[in-house]
């Protein structure tokens, strides 16, 4: 059985066996641990998707053939949970009014809007709480009224006096006749059936029970799935479901506090559009926005290229040294690097205005903010840019440099004809990443200058970029709207996915003339 | 009274639960019969609290145990205790019991995710009505409050020996003890219209009108607002305050001496304690023939979450425990603020002039409105007060443009 499965898997060793039984059992388990709870919450679609996805890895490694599958599954499969899911799930979530307010499903908001409903009786009693159960099984609640010292049975029918109980000290009924007490565990598991329990006490009141206590009050409010609605007979409102919005609304047009989650299908993507506060600045954030992301990959290029080849330069002494404190900023966490920035640019007390004499007010003008933003962001940008041109320039041809030398070309001239153009070739495509990720350098922006400088009244500050001013619009003003949220992302998505593509296409030209 | 409703809670609880093995009258029951005996527990309660709560609540969830032979879980959620309870509510999932502010209320209640409590009419009387207040949303109370907080004025006794009465009077000490900084007041490049609310109610502002519940009637912009700001753009021209002060340079500030003058919360008096700084707490006064001048106030309090699965111990544990003079007054000493019992705040403050003076300076405190639409505020409020500090928007202008901003934005949502 073993050999038989060692030939037809292509392992040729032992070791190379046992270490893929051993990775195959690690799948299997972990698939069997990520199935259990899916199985639990009925989630048939996620268990299929998993089902899948293991069978794929088993048939791909128990096969000897189909070499290039078995180098190309784990990436796949990684790139769809964590790139293209996160991604799908954003344009799904963009559909729905998913947010502040509709968080529930249907029925939680039924319930909420319910139990908010509940009042006490004015001047009605409370009891202390115990639970029995007859012989036939009917539940009752057995209530002990403390300031007047006197016993009760709730049921269905109502509340009727006990005469023999025994009590504990604090008066709670600890056994009744005809009844079998019911102890705190039970009570605690069987609490749903205690609390649809409903004991009249009059014509609307009934008895309410709370935690290990119950008191008179009034339920107003009940749902009729005949006509979906919620009606409040003490209010005298009725709310009807109106499941295109994911609200209850009374026929004025007052909501109901809490709706549920529906989709909305386009809703969302026509109020990015159609949106004053959005459209008005959308051009000048963005042409910002581009200047920040290229302003951005520029200056650290430029900063960390330097650097490069000033330490990559034979003879330079010293350059373990300095390559470690030049890679200090990319090490540190840029989250506290950046707070630490904003309290340098602080206009009274910071330490640039006071080391450079200055009194530039670095939050409160747009084109210093700007320059501050810039500054800070290259800072911390530019030792990665280091590294990677550092690598870069050691895997230069030598040959190429030599032979520019004997042709005449030296210093400046080698650089821009020779070095630049080789390095772009390698170099370009983290340029571009670089880019699209400044683009959306929210914690830059949020930490620096948290968009400043804004104006009065305007709704996008100086430096805003894109997705500070989508995050602002979706959760700074009123409440979280994820649904809107993630329509803005999208557009974001397809504004840096355009760029890219661009980019990428401009490469390839420029790989076919230097290659 | 106290002894009553501790010695009934512990007896009756005690009764009912499996583990009748406690039933101390022990007044103290701290001579506890913990060690030797393994407890057997009846059921399970799990509890929320963010990072400063935690290590109090691990403490005092003991004696509950004890009394009702339930397991007790304090589970610390450090920084995202509010995000952490919304993702996990909305799924039915998360505890039984969450404590958390009392602005949270508002938008719990609204995504359904929290469950209404009702307290008898003894037990809201021995509360701090305002703290009540703030936990009512749509006229339905949502948790059990245990704490109060507001900002008052701490004053540096040996730069400004006397009291000031009025605002005026405030500036004119805080020019005289020479330092760099009349009064520092958090401000930042932002505003702050936490701090700023004092001065702001003093010159007739108001937020959702007169109960701080109608998001229709915002007051930004009222007669009083516009004079609030105003005021705002006169002491920042006269350099009074200042947009460079902000809340994590302000105390710093105050310990080093540069001022005589600190607005903000007990918090800050760890520093001052540490400095060996002499101070003395008092209400922020208002402006000179104004209305006092009232900070918000933030209350600290026990949700009981609508998805519990244990509803009958959360339940059981926020309408009778949580407001308890005991729990109150231990949970008083760990954070420094003031319990929301009457009888626990009076008890607390006994001898406590710190104390004292942050519950004076709350007399006329407002409960920040814990209604969505408050979200709305913070930022055009803001930017309003650091825009007529700063001299780049007149007061006028800027309270009338901030009015509009948040007007837009309830109605939008």
Request: overall charge negative; aromatic content about 10%.
């Amino acid at each position: 059985m073993l050999d038989q499965r060692s030939q037809t898997a292509g392992s040729h060793t032992a070791a190379g066996l046992i270490a893929k039984i051993a990775v195959l059992a690690v799948v299997t388990a972990l698939a069997v641990w990520a199935a259990l709870p899916l199985i639990d919450a009925r989630a048939w679609w996620g268990l299929g998707a998993e089902a899948a996805a293991v069978a794929v890895i088993f048939y791909t490694y128990l096969q000897r053939r189909r070499i290039p599958l078995k180098y190309l599954v784990p990436g796949t499969l990684l790139l769809i949970a964590f790139q293209i899911l996160p991604v799908v799930l954003t344009i799904g979530t963009s559909f729905t009014n998913y947010g502040d307010g509709h968080r529930v499903g249907k029925d939680q908001a039924i319930e909420a809007i319910i139990a908010a409903g509940v009042q006490p009786t004015p001047g009605g009693n409370t009891y202390l709480l115990s639970v029995g159960e007859s012989a036939s099984g009917d539940l009752a609640l057995l209530l002990t009224d403390t300031d007047e010292g006197t016993h009760w049975a709730g049921t269905e029918e109502g509340l009727t006096a006990l005469d023999e109980v025994e009590t504990d000290q604090a008066g709670r009924i600890t056994a009744a006749e005809d009844y079998e007490v019911w102890g705190l565990a039970e009570l605690n598991e069987r609490h749903a059936e205690v609390a649809e329990l409903a004991v009249p006490t009059g014509e609307h009141s009934g008895i309410k029970v709370q935690g290990l206590s119950a008191f008179e009050g009034t339920s107003t409010r009940s749902y009729d799935a005949g006509c979906d609605c919620i009606t409040d007979d003490e209010a005298g409102i009725v709310w009807h479901a109106d499941d295109e919005t994911g609200t209850f609304v009374t026929e004025d047009g007052d909501e109901a506090l809490v709706g549920w989650r529906v989709g909305i299908g386009f809703d969302n993507y026509l109020q990015v559009l159609t949106d004053e506060d959005i459209r008005g600045p959308f051009f000048g954030v963005f042409v910002w926005n581009l200047a920040f992301g290229a302003g951005s990959v520029l200056l650290t290029f430029a900063l960390g290229l330097g650097a490069a080849m000033a330490l990559n330069r034979p003879g330079m002494r010293g350059t373990k040294l300095y390559r470690s404190v030049m890679i200090l900023p990319y090490a540190m966490p840029s989250f506290a690097m950046l707070l630490v920035w904003a309290q340098m640019f602080n206009r009274d007390y910071g330490v640039i205005n006071e080391l450079l004499g200055m009194n530039v007010d670095w939050y409160g003008q747009t084109w210093a903010a700007r320059a501050m933003v810039l500054i800070a962001n290259t800072w911390l940008g530019f030792p990665y840019m280091f590294l990677i041109s550092l690598g870069a320039l050691q895997a230069l041809p030598a040959d190429s440099l030599e032979a520019a030398k004997i042709d005449g070309a030296t210093g400046l001239t080698a650089f821009r004809k020779i070095t630049l153009p080789l390095l772009l070739v390698a170099l370009t495509p983290l340029l571009i990443s670089s880019f699209a990720f400044n683009f959306n350098n929210f914690n830059a922006i949020e930490l620096l200058s948290g968009g400043n400088p804004i104006n009065a009244g305007d709704t996008v500050g100086g430096t805003d970029l894109l997705i500070t001013y989508a995050f602002r619009q979706a959760f700074g003003s009123s409440s979280a709207d994820y649904g809107f949220a993630s329509a803005i992302s999208v557009f974001i998505f397809l504004i840096v996915a355009t760029i890219s593509a661009l980019m990428f296409r401009a490469t390839r030209s420029q790989e076919d003339v230097y290659s | 009274m106290r002894r009553r409703t501790i010695g009934t809670a512990a007896v009756s609880m005690a009764a009912l639960g499996a583990a009748a093995a406690c039933g101390s009258d022990d007044e103290s029951g701290e001579d506890g019969d913990t060690g030797s005996e393994q407890q057997e527990f009846s059921g399970e309660l799990v509890i929320w609290a963010d990072e400063t709560r935690t290590p109090v609540l691990k403490e005092f969830v003991a004696d509950f145990e004890n009394q009702v032979g339930v397991k007790v879980t304090v589970e610390e959620h450090v920084e995202t205790l509010r995000e952490d309870f919304l993702t996990a509510a909305e799924q039915g999932q998360g505890p039984d019991v969450l404590v958390g502010a009392h602005d949270w209320s508002g938008q719990l209640a609204a995504d359904g995710v929290i469950s209404p409590i009702t307290l008898t009419e003894d037990q809201q009387a021995a509360l701090n009505p305002a703290s009540i207040t703030a936990f009512t949303v749509d006229g339905n109370l949502y948790a059990a409050p245990y704490a109060v907080e507001n900002i008052g004025l701490i004053r540096n006794t040996a730069l400004a020996a006397e009291v000031p009465a009025t605002f005026e009077e405030l500036v004119a000490a805080g020019q005289d003890a020479g330092t760099e900084n009349v009064v520092l007041l958090p401000v930042g490049v932002n505003g702050d219209a936490y701090s700023a609310y004092p001065l702001f109610s003093s010159m007739g502002g108001y937020l959702f009108g007169a109960e701080g519940t109608d998001p229709g009637d915002v007051g930004v912009a009222s007669a009083g607002g516009i004079a609030a700001f105003e005021k705002f753009a006169e002491l920042g021209g006269s350099g009074v305050l200042s947009t460079s002060i902000d809340s994590s340079n302000a105390t710093p500030f105050f310990v080093e001496g540069k001022s005589a003058f600190l607005i903000s919360g007990p918090w800050a008096l760890i520093d001052a304690q540490n400095a060996g700084i002499e101070y003395e707490v008092t209400a922020i006064p208002g402006f000179e023939g104004q209305n006092p001048a009232a900070p918000f106030m933030g209350v600290q309090g026990f949700y009981v979450s609508a998805s519990a699965k244990n509803a009958l111990f959360a339940q059981e544990f926020v309408t009778n425990y949580v407001l308890t003079e005991d729990l109150q007054l231990k949970l008083a000493e760990a954070g420094g603020r003031l319990p929301a019992l009457t009888a626990a705040a009076e008890t607390y403050a006994e001898g406590n002039a710190d104390v004292q003076g942050f519950a004076a300076a709350g007399e006329h405190a407002v409960p920040m409105p814990n209604i969505p639409a408050m979200n709305a505020v913070w930022e055009p409020f803001g930017r309003a007060e650091a825009d007529s500090i700063d001299g780049v928007t007149p007061g006028e202008e800027a309270a009338t443009t901030a009015g509009q901003a948040i007007a837009d934005a309830i109605d939008a949502s």
